[in-house]
């Protein structure tokens, strides 16, 4: 072995180490119980990933990722480490690049809310933005290309960077806080569709350890996972062209098929309207004080329909969901009721669907 290689593998070494000791150093993050009426006999869960040291689900991605492109020898000392994202997963690689002391480019659409891009700069980080969101994965490689740095390529690799049997994965995570509850086994795991590797890492949990819990995958509207879905369940093969319209909800929601989702591991999906997620977001806070980003609400949206199915059904029993992020990154767009006018999101039709629902414990038709 030459005392190059020797070298590079005693960095990766300690990066490695260093990643293992940041993960030690942190408590799991917490399982909320939200109040729903008791004649329902449902109990809901939300796990608060915004906890993390990086405000977001994408922290546990990131650690992933830059563990599997260490272990592959990808990731060297001095390597520049480039990334396409919409915002949260490019926050928590600049911390994971400032912890080893590596430089780190996110391309970006320019729609990304300033507080995501203050982020991502507080670490350390650098970014590129772009005008249509499309633009981000042929930026993103072609700059990785031209510095000679490594392209993370989240779109393609959080399936497999993470290992779905348990090892310490946000599933094993789940159960295993739910153990002592009434239904330490749920009916329903309801989570967004970003890169696809949550959903992949859960759905595979789930059949990997034989749980009778079927998992729920929400996307907003326009997005080109949902018709995907659909095109697989009906043919039993995944159209890999399947194309739709960059996401209004910063974080999940995809203009194209992503090489990460698994569409074979989802029991059911539901389409989710943008102003639906923010109505969602909003009656969140109201209802629980928790406050959140638009892709929670996404998620919630999916599952009060499940939750109104289970009690319709006269079915017992509890669901989990992912707090995805906090609120505060969205002061500027979500939370402002200036811009929502400006791109035509009205959330109060739907705020009175999850009136009626709570008066009530129907759905509408």
């Excluded at 992020?325 to 669907?353: C, I, K």
């Amino acid at each position: 072995m030459t005392s190059e290689s020797t070298q590079n593998r005693a960095w990766a070494d300690e990066a490695i180490l260093r990643i293992n000791a940041e993960n030690n150093r942190s408590a799991d993050t917490h399982l909320y119980l939200i109040p729903l009426p008791e004649r329902w006999g449902v109990q809901l869960y939300l796990k608060d990933e915004s906890a993390h040291r990086t405000g977001s689900l994408k922290h546990r991605l990131a650690r992933s990722l830059f563990l599997f492109g260490l272990v592959n020898g990808w990731i060297r000392e001095g390597t520049t480490i480039v990334e396409a994202s919409s915002g949260s997963t490019a926050v928590s690689e600049a911390y994971f690049a400032q912890l080893l002391g590596l430089p780190f480019i996110a391309v970006l659409p320019r729609t990304t809310s300033r507080e995501k891009v203050a982020l991502i700069e507080r670490f350390g980080g650098t970014c590129r933005l772009v005008d249509h969101p499309s633009e981000i994965y042929s930026a993103a490689a072609e700059l990785a290309r031209s510095c000679r740095g490594h392209y993370m390529d989240q779109f393609t690799y959080a399936e497999r960077a993470t290992d779905w049997r348990g090892n310490n994965n946000i599933a094993e995570s789940i159960f295993g806080q739910l153990a002592l509850e009434e239904h330490p086994i749920p009916r329903w795991i309801v989570v967004g569709a970003g890169t696809g590797g949550t959903s992949a890492t859960i759905g595979r949990y789930l059949r990997y350890h034989r749980h009778d819990t079927k998992l729920a995958v929400v996307d907003p509207e326009n997005s080109a996972f949902y018709p995907a879905w659909l095109d697989c369940r009906e043919s039993g093969t995944l159209a890999s062209d399947a194309t739709g319209l960059p996401s209004r909800i910063e974080g999940i929601g995809r203009p194209r098929m992503e090489p990460s989702f698994v569409p074979g591991v989802i029991d059911h999906m539901i389409q989710v309207p943008d102003a639906a997620s923010v109505a969602a977001m909003r009656h969140l806070q109201r209802h629980a004080g928790l406050h959140a980003g638009p892709s929670t609400g996404t998620n919630l949206w999916g599952v009060w329909q499940l939750i109104a199915g289970m009690v319709a059904e006269g079915q017992r029993g509890s669901v989990v969901s992912l707090l995805c992020d906090g609120g505060d990154r969205y002061a500027g767009n979500y939370y402002n009721p200036e811009w929502l006018t400006s791109q035509e999101l009205d959330p109060a039709p739907h705020e009175d669907t999850l009136a009626g629902f709570f008066a009530t414990g129907t759905w509408p038709a």
